[in-house]
T-cell receptor
Framework: DTGVSQDPRHKITKRGQNVTFRCDPISEHNRLYWYRQTLGQGPEFLTYFQNEAQLEKSRLLSDRFSAERPKGSFSTLEIQRTEQGDSAMYLC????????????FGPGTRLTVT | DAKTTQPNSMESNEEEPVHLPCNHSTISGTDYIHWYRQLPSQGPEYVIHGLTSNVNNRMASLAIAEDRKSSTLILHRATLRDAAVYYCILRDGTTNAGGTSYGKLTFGQGTILTVHP
């Protein structure tokens, strides 16, 4: 399967701990997006990478959040000093170049902060 | 981002057509209309998109009103596997000052489609 993969699929952590998620996009896709989805809501945009450059960040991305995409391949999303409000599904999507191309989503990482 | 309005939920019977409406009265001339769906415990999945003309693909059809202020996603024969949340999204097709459109998706609440056997 050559779709978008995310690791881990589930993460339970205690409040105050740091967590890191990984996303492997479809190999030829140079666009990568992170979204967050809470229960009963649609996904919300967090940040966008074009190759290795982080070109857009949502106001939702507080200074406890950092994302990277070294070498324009896989991406990581780190949350420092987690809070209970960070509990959500974190989704990664990738797409090829172009204004109308669809985004391909991964299965997501479910984060639970206790 | 331009906003869309969808019914909270709809129901259908298996093997019957389903018409999922979406209103987007503030759509701009460069907005593409995208539909995604999300099955339980999965990430969203692209369904179809269009700009002005009606579109068909293997999954569905998209009917766009002449004034582009509304659209309808049509599932020709619903199956149990089509039960999902369907999102209608306007995606900006303009370029920014740097000559690039970032293409983020702004999801609303979507329509929960229930399919009865």
């Amino acid at each position: 399967d050559t779709g978008v993969s995310q690791d881990p699929r589930h993460k339970i952590t205690k409040r105050g701990q740091n967590v890191t998620f990984r996303c492997d996009p479809i190999s030829e896709h140079n666009r990568l997006y992170w979204y967050r989805q809470t229960l009963g809501q649609g996904p919300e945009f967090l940040t966008y990478f074009q190759n290795e450059a982080q070109l857009e960040k949502s106001r939702l991305l507080s200074d406890r959040f950092s994302a990277e995409r070294p070498k324009g391949s896989f991406s990581t999303l780190e949350i420092q000093r987690t809070e209970q409000g960070d509990s959500a599904m974190y989704l990664c999507a990738s797409s090829p170049w172009g204004v109308s191309y669809e985004q391909y989503f991964g299965p997501g990482t479910r984060l639970t902060v206790t | 981002d331009a906003k869309t309005t969808q019914p909270n939920s709809m129901e259908s019977n298996e093997e019957e057509p389903v018409h999922l409406p979406c209103n987007h009265s503030t759509i701009s001339g460069t907005d593409y209309i995208h539909w995604y769906r999300q099955l339980p415990s999965q990430g969203p999945e692209y369904v179809i998109h269009g700009l002005t003309s009606n579109v068909n693909n293997r999954m569905a059809s998209l009917a766009i009103a002449e004034d582009r202020k509304s659209s309808t996603l049509i599932l020709h024969r619903a199956t149990l596997r089509d039960a999902a949340v369907y999102y209608c999204i306007l995606r900006d097709g303009t370029t920014n000052a740097g000559g690039t459109s970032y293409g983020k998706l702004t999801f609303g609440q979507g329509t929960i489609l229930t399919v009865h056997p």
